[in-house]
């Protein structure tokens, strides 16, 4: 009895160490070797996992990095030009800086401009409420309000106006994930250059119908009149579908297109207040 025993506890005894042994080469052969650089870039990315890199989380974007060979067209859009050039240092690799970015709304369509004509009740999700119907305004291209964007911001960089009903970007607090462009169902925030001295110029709608409807249910929409494009000296503005672009790599910031647009769809952020008209028509007569 005790001699059966033992031999079965020898044969499996024997078996353990066979399989340990097959595991063992197994997993000699088939093993992964990680590139330790991974973990060097990956300790240098602020680990905000937004995505906004375009891949899925820090980790990824550092795989991403070594697997490609080279930082070109790699950006991360929280720790920006700083922690790329130290990803750069680490590797040995040359550098490549991007210029730094912002969401902007391009949807001004506020409750005064774009005044509702009906009242949603339905569930508080832009997304859903975009696939039922064009929004209290009418307006199918306009902001419907429920704060899909707001809610998708994980650096608290948006709120909603309680006045205008619009949303407002903390422009300081944007880190430039684009979080909020792939959530708002209607493609109305905009990464754009955050320009010199932060200043920006932009066209506040993405309305493509025409003019005269457009102008029903929003008073600062673009009515694709073309005024911006012709007093443009820079060929900055397109007119395309109704709707006027101005490309912020042409723009120059002279904000002439602004003061021409007769909607008043034109944005200016973060300039200092225009001069009053006359005074400047003053000077120029005398030539100052
Ligand atoms: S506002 Fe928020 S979600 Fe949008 S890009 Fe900036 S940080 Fe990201
Ligand atoms: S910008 Fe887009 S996501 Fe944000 S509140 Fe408006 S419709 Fe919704």
């Not at 199918?140 to 619009?166: K, R, W």
Request: proline fraction near 4%; aromatic fraction near 6%.
């Amino acid at each position: 009895m005790n001699q059966a025993i033992l031999l079965a506890v020898a044969a499996l005894g024997a078996i353990g160490i066979a399989s340990a042994v097959i595991l063992y080469f197994v997993a000699q052969k088939f093993k992964v070797i990680e590139d330790p650089r991974i973990d060097q870039v990956n300790d240098l990315l602020p680990g905000a996992n937004c995505g906004g890199c375009g891949f899925a989380g820090c980790r990824n974007f550092a795989e991403s990095i070594i697997k490609a060979g080279s930082l070109e067209g790699m950006n991360c859009p929280v720790g920006g030009n700083t922690v790329m050039k130290q990803v750069a240092a680490e590797l040995g690799w040359e550098a490549a800086e991007s210029d730094p970015m912002i969401a902007v709304i391009r949807c001004f369509g506020s409750r005064t401009h774009a005044p509702a004509k009906l009242v949603y009740d339905g569930a508080s999700s832009c997304q859903f409420a975009h696939s039922l119907y064009n929004g209290e305004s009418g307006c199918p291209n306009g902001c419907i309000g429920l704060a899909d964007c707001v809610n998708a911001c994980q650096f608290d960089a948006m709120y909603m106006d309680e006045e205008t009903g619009l949303p407002v970007i903390i422009e300081d607090k944007c880190v430039n994930c684009g979080a909020c462009v792939k959530s708002c169902p209607r493609k109305i925030i905009e990464m754009r250059k955050q320009g010199p001295k932060n200043r920006r110029i932009y066209v506040g709608c993405i309305n493509t119908e025409k003019g005269v409807i457009s102008k029903k249910n929003c008073e600062v929409a673009c009515i694709g009149c073309g005024k911006c494009v012709k007093i443009c000296k820079f060929e900055a503005i397109t007119l395309e579908h109704n709707l006027a672009y101005i490309d912020f790599g042409k723009c120059t910031l002279c904000r002439k297109c602004v003061e021409e647009c007769p909607t008043h769809s034109i944005y200016e952020i973060n300039f200092s207040p225009r001069k009053p008209k006359q005074e400047v028509e003053v000077k120029e007569e005398v030539g100052v």
